[in-house]
């Protein structure tokens, strides 16, 4: 990867201070704030998938998730388990859930800071679940 791999990690890092000044889970409406910890925060996603769809975002600006200190993973998913326990307890529709996150455009990354999402998934909502976040790459998904 060597050189290309260097002007990459530059552009992304350009990329992601340009964002910093104008990213929106830096400017969030703290009304939109459903639960918080000393270093993370979560929220319904704006866009959602399914009833529910949240995300939970660190405090500090990075732009994936492989940039968190384990102290943020930790506070990070502290918030999944939480909202999670929340959304069973408010809507006993749900059956089940996908956590997932996007690091890099090329795996679907819009937002260049680093959020989680905690999607609720309810029986028939897909006409056949299995495989999961493996139907990011539809060809995949199916592999029995």
């Given at each position: 990867?060597?050189?290309?791999?260097?002007?990459?990690?530059?552009?992304?890092?350009?990329?992601?201070?340009?964002?910093?000044?104008?990213?929106?889970?830096?400017?969030?409406?703290?009304?939109?704030?459903?639960?918080?910890?000393?270093?993370?925060?979560?929220?319904?996603?704006?866009?959602?998938v399914a009833l529910g769809h949240t995300l939970v975002v660190?405090?500090?600006?990075?732009?994936?998730f492989f940039e968190l200190t384990q102290e943020e993973h930790q506070a990070v998913f502290q918030l999944v388990a939480e909202m999670r326990e929340r959304l069973l307890s408010e809507d006993d529709s749900i059956d089940g859930?996908?956590?997932?996150?996007?690091?890099?455009?090329v795996?679907?990354?819009?937002?260049?800071?680093?959020h989680v999402h905690l999607i609720p998934r309810r029986e028939g909502d897909v006409e056949d679940p299995r495989g999961g976040v493996?139907?990011?790459?539809?060809?995949?998904?199916?592999?029995?």
């Open positions: 990867m060597g050189g290309s791999g260097n002007r990459l990690n530059r552009a992304i890092l350009i990329h992601v201070e340009d964002m910093t000044e104008s990213c929106v889970f830096c400017e969030i409406d703290p009304g939109k704030i459903t639960a918080t910890n000393e270093l993370a925060f979560a929220l319904f996603d704006g866009f959602p660190p405090h500090r600006h990075v732009a994936d859930f996908n956590v997932g996150v996007n690091a890099g455009s795996a679907g990354q819009t937002i260049f800071h680093c493996r139907g990011v790459i539809p060809d995949k998904q199916h592999y029995l």
